[in-house]
Nanobody
Framework: VQLQASGGGLVQAGESVRLSCAAS????????MGWFRQAPGKEREFVAG????????DYGNSVKGRFTISRDNAKNTVYLQMNSLKPEDTAVYYC????????????????????WGQGTLVTVSS
């Protein structure tokens, strides 16, 4: 599956941004989807994940209560709604996908994902 992330940009602290990741090439609903981020000089960090059905999700501790992941299997797209942004949310955000037979499981380890998008930069100014 090919992944194309979009929606990044420069925003001020407290504002909101919605990232999108469009998938093509395989049956989207067969994939567990995730969002990760990587800030300069830091390791890649799990942000959010969503099950194949959309019924299950999980979030990194630093974004819980502020970010929401969702998916539209009819549009082959996964979204990341980011609210109350902070300067420490500044990073390149990557969407990722992995095939799964389990319709409700969510994966939080980057090693589990074998398809990655190119990343989109989100910069939050104070």
């Amino acid at each position: 599956v090919q992944l194309q992330a979009s929606g990044g940009g420069l925003v001020q602290a407290g504002e909101s941004v919605r990232l999108s990741c469009a998938a093509s090439g395989r049956t989207f609903r067969d994939y567990v989807m995730g969002w990760f981020r990587q800030a300069p000089g830091k390791e890649r960090e799990f942000v959010a994940g969503i099950s194949r059905s959309g019924g299950g999700s999980d979030y990194g501790n630093s974004v819980k209560g502020r970010f929401t992941i969702s998916r539209d299997n009819a549009k082959n797209t996964v979204y990341l709604q980011m609210n109350s942004l902070k300067p420490e949310d500044t990073a390149v955000y990557y969407c990722a996908a992995t095939l799964s037979r389990d319709t409700i499981r969510v994966y939080i380890s980057a090693k589990t994902y074998d398809n990655w998008g190119q990343g989109t930069l989100v910069t939050v100014s104070s």
